[in-house]
């Protein structure tokens, strides 16, 4: 058994910078995530392929102060970090992918 809890609301970063319009300023996507976790959000979803990896460097900026305290999941395996170019679930691209995540989000960990 996991004891991985995580808020009954979760927010999809995705649309704060891809797939909905313009991206949202920087500063204006931080506060919005910090102001979902002080009204008690602690699931954060992101991707490799929203940006392509600027939602993740957003995201883990963003939580960078209360890091410990959340759950930050992420989503990979597009050629390119790129959903029209396709699935490369190559075991060498999954690693790269990861570490270049891990770095994006400034953790050593995804939950």
Do not use: H, Q, W
Not at 39 to 59: I, K, Q
Not at 62 to 84: C, D, E, Q
């Amino acid at each position: 058994m996991s004891e991985l809890e995580v808020s009954a609301l979760g927010f999809g970063c995705m649309g704060l910078s891809y797939g909905y319009g313009p991206a949202t300023d920087r500063e204006s996507a931080t506060a919005l995530i910090r102001r979902a976790y002080a009204l008690g959000v602690t699931f954060f979803d992101t991707a490799e392929a929203y940006g392509p990896g600027s939602n993740e460097d957003l995201l883990g900026e963003a939580l960078a102060p209360f890091r410990s305290k959340v759950v930050i999941a992420t989503k990979f395996g597009f050629r390119n970090g790129n959903v029209a170019d396709g699935l490369d679930s190559r075991p060498e691209n999954i690693r790269a992918v990861a570490e270049a995540s891990l770095k994006r989000l400034k953790t050593e960990v995804v939950d």
